[in-house]
């Protein structure tokens, strides 16, 4: 607040790259297609210390989990698949976050988690013939040695 007592206005965010944009767009398209499966989606490029989670949702199960979702979107597979993105640092930096999301027991906002175990979920995303259509592949219990597994 200023001397007058007003609140200052907000810097606007920088503009986003076409690349990001697309990101975004994938993204959306994840989180649709989780909610249409059912799942509840409760948050959106929610931070937890230095970790941007891009999808945090609850999946029903059986059994029902709370779900960090990362999303890999490619526009070509000219340098390997989206999955491929996704290395040990990665999986490690994510499980760091979910970790201190669960710690704190809320959302940035102060809404409550659910106690429920936590999973890491990778789904990759990829444009699929037509231009507006896309393909999705969801790895579930992705960061575990051997198979993947939960949190």
């Known amino acids: 607040m200023d001397a007058r007592g007003r609140t200052p206005a907000r810097a606007a965010a920088p503009a986003r790259t076409p690349a990001q944009r697309a990101g ?4 959306d398209s994840v989180a649709a297609a989780l909610a249409a499966a ?3 989606v409760l948050g959106r490029r929610v931070r937890a ?6 999808i945090v949702a609850v999946d029903p ?3 029902a989990a709370l779900v960090v979702v990362e999303v ?4 070509s597979r000219a340098f390997g698949l989206p999955e491929e993105t996704v290395d040990g640092r990665k999986v490690a930096r994510l499980r760091r976050g979910a970790l201190r999301l669960l ?3 809320t959302l940035p906002g102060g809404r409550p ?3 429920l175990p936590l999973r890491l979920d990778l789904v990759a995303v990829e444009p699929a013939g037509a231009a507006d259509r896309l393909c999705l592949r969801h790895h579930r219990a992705i960061g575990e040695a051997g198979r993947g597994g939960t949190l």
């Open 24 to 27: 975004d767009r994938a993204e």
């Open 72 to 75: 890999r979107w490619r526009r």
């Open 61 to 63: 199960g059986p059994p």
């Open 38 to 40: 059912g799942w509840r």
């Open 113 to 115: 988690l659910p106690d």
């Open 103 to 105: 710690g704190a027991g």
């Open 49 to 54: 210390g230095r970790a941007e989670l891009d």
